[in-house]
């Protein structure tokens, strides 16, 4: 899977695909990172949890440079993935 935005094109792995397809399910709702984890890894350890902080950041590089979307966390509870319109 890729992403693509102008004339650039990011070659996705598996879950960063799953994981943005995810998110854009939910786009501007405050997901539960218990939630996401169990979703896209099927459990929700601390490992889980350490490799899916290292996907988002990869994410978030991804889209820094388009203003509308942005990943926020909320501390201790999840994460939004916003989209402005």
Not at 3 to 11: A, E, G, S
Not at 52 to 81: P, Q
């Amino acid at each position: 899977m890729c992403l693509k935005k102008d004339n650039i094109t990011q070659q996705l792995t598996e879950k960063e695909a799953a994981l943005i397809h995810f998110f854009y399910r939910h786009k501007n709702q405050m997901l539960k990172r218990e939630q996401i984890l169990k979703s896209i890894w099927k459990n929700d350890d601390f490992f889980s949890g350490r490799s899916m902080d290292v996907y988002i950041s990869k994410i978030r590089k991804y889209f820094k440079d388009d203003s509308r979307i942005s990943i926020d966390s909320i501390r201790n509870i999840g994460l939004v993935f916003k989209i402005i319109d």
